[in-house]
């Protein structure tokens, strides 16, 4: 498991998040009710992948209520979504077997995650989740590009997890704006704007192929 660091990623404070990845991945911390669960997934890399994301946020809020990770009170909301009293908990995973990997944050405020590998995506993605004032974005980052489209994808998805509608409310509703010089830096903040929830700020960094994404609420402090 891998921590991120909190001011290298300029998280506010109270949030804290964990990559896990199958290669490096401790012993899987559930719940019987999760346990349960898991006999139900069908696919090995679903069941991997769940496995990796409950770890993941269970080991973060053990650390801060101070009981075993199979103790945490982490239940599933009515939309979906992981909740924990007095917390806000956002977990995201891909597959790809022993490649499996999974991002998960605890918070005392909202928070939303995505990670995403960087794969051979649609061309015209971009189209389908961008504003039109969104495209000279697209051409700071070097063009619809296989990176591009997945850190635009990840960005947008991370703010969407954050106010609980995922990509239901639909790429659009998220309007991001970063700085780039002809490609996706490997590490930085990002703006976003959505609707129905206001203004957020999303870290992302690059972790060999993959994109990791942590937004928050924009009037949080960060440390």
Do not use: C
């Amino acid at each position: 498991m891998t921590d991120l660091d909190p001011r290298e990623w300029g998280f506010p404070v109270g949030l804290d998040a964990r990559l896990v990845q199958a290669a490096d991945a401790p012993p899987p911390a559930l719940s019987a009710g999760e346990h349960a669960r898991l006999g139900t997934f069908g696919h090995p890399d679903r069941r991997r992948q769940f496995a990796l994301g409950r770890t993941g946020a269970r080991t973060l809020a053990a650390a801060r209520l101070g009981v075993a990770p199979e103790a945490v009170p982490l239940a599933v909301g009515a939309d979906g979504a992981p909740e924990l009293p007095g917390f806000h908990v956002s977990i995201a995973h891909t597959a790809r077997a022993d490649r499996a990997a999974a991002l998960a944050a605890v918070a005392t405020g909202p928070v939303g995650v995505d990670l995403e590998r960087v794969a051979p995506r649609r061309p015209d993605l971009w189209q389908r989740i961008l504003n039109p004032e969104e495209h000279a974005l697209l051409d700071r980052l070097g063009g619809p590009t296989d990176d591009a489209q997945t850190l635009l994808w990840t960005l947008k998805e991370a703010v969407l997890k954050g106010q609980r509608t995922g990509f239901r409310a639909g790429g659009r509703s998220v309007r991001l704006d970063l700085d780039a010089a002809g490609v996706p830096p490997d590490r930085a903040h990002a703006r976003a704007e959505a609707d129905g929830s206001g203004a957020w700020t999303v870290a992302f960094g690059r972790d060999g192929d993959l994109w990791l994404a942590v937004a928050w609420p924009y009037e949080k402090q960060t440390r």
